[in-house]
């Protein structure tokens, strides 16, 4: 039996098609992942006294990322008395937290708001407030069943959700944000220390999810010269990332100013091919 080839029709729609797919990627707002980036969402987590709560006030130096406005959960603002145009909103409870996020989403105008960087101080200490509260509801509920001091698997998976759905909420407002947080160490025989957040359970790695830059801070002290190092590639003791790709292994005495100094001053081009790389894992 013969065949027929059909001879392909010349696409005469083409342009139509073309402007039409156009006009659709405009209403859905797409966008190149080469553009610039407009905001940093920012996560680091060390010891007490490294100097993370000062880490945010940097943002007070720079005109590109002032002004800062912090939610204080711990309490330790006292290292930023002097830069006074830096503003503090004292926070003890996730509600509180919630109520003024709401009023933060409301009051922005035109993609705008009032501030152009936002912190909270600390994350995981409003986590643990959050625990206290939540074991404090349950105890009142049954204190006969209860044991305030002992989380179950439901008091934890309330806490969990409740941080997650802050997080997201302050990393989608159009401005810097970035969340400092307790140093977690995982301690086993015969084994290396391994650096974390200090936060208990899945939120370890699912909080980190939510930034594009999640660093271990920590400090050194060699005769009086103070020298803080801020790691940013994660390894198989440190949990660290670097969506940005531009940070480089760890930054030396970090302010917000170099940081986005480094992202903004970066734009990566477009490539068509991948450049190949013959070395071997760990070279």
Request: proline share 6%.
């Amino acid at each position: 039996m013969a065949t027929r080839t059909r001879k392909p029709a010349q696409d005469k729609t083409e342009p139509a098609a073309f402007q039409a797919n156009e006009e659709l990627r405009a209403k859905l707002q797409v966008t190149s992942p080469t553009e610039v980036v407009e905001w940093m969402n920012i996560f680091l987590y060390g010891e007490p006294g490294v100097g993370k709560t000062y880490f945010l006030g940097t943002a007070e130096d720079d005109a590109r990322l002032r002004p800062m406005l912090i939610f204080d959960v711990e309490g330790g603002m006292m290292t930023l008395r002097d830069k006074p145009g830096i503003d503090i909103i004292k926070v003890r409870s996730i509600q509180e937290v919630e109520d003024k996020y709401n009023m933060l989403y409301h009051s922005i105008e035109n993609g705008k708001l009032p501030w152009k960087s936002m912190g909270i101080d600390s994350l995981t200490e409003l986590a643990d407030l959050d625990m206290r509260l939540v074991m404090k509801q349950a105890y009142n509920r049954n204190p006969d069943r209860v044991d305030i001091d002992v989380p179950s698997p439901r008091e934890w998976g309330i806490v969990r959700n409740h941080i997650r759905l802050i997080t997201r909420a302050f990393k989608d407002l159009p401005c810097h944000f970035i969340c400092t947080g307790a140093l977690g160490i995982d301690q086993r025989e015969n084994e290396p220390d391994k650096y974390r957040p200090g936060f208990a359970g899945k939120l370890v790695r699912e909080v980190p999810g939510f930034f594009d830059v999640v660093g271990y801070y920590r400090s050194r002290n060699r005769g009086g010269d103070i020298t803080r190092t801020l790691q940013v590639v994660g390894s198989d003791r440190v949990l660290a990332k670097d969506r940005t790709k531009v940070l480089g292994q760890s930054i030396e005495n970090p302010s917000l100013t170099s940081m986005w100094d480094i992202v903004e001053g970066v734009k990566l081009e477009p490539q068509d091919e991948q450049p190949k790389d013959n070395k071997k894992e760990g070279e």
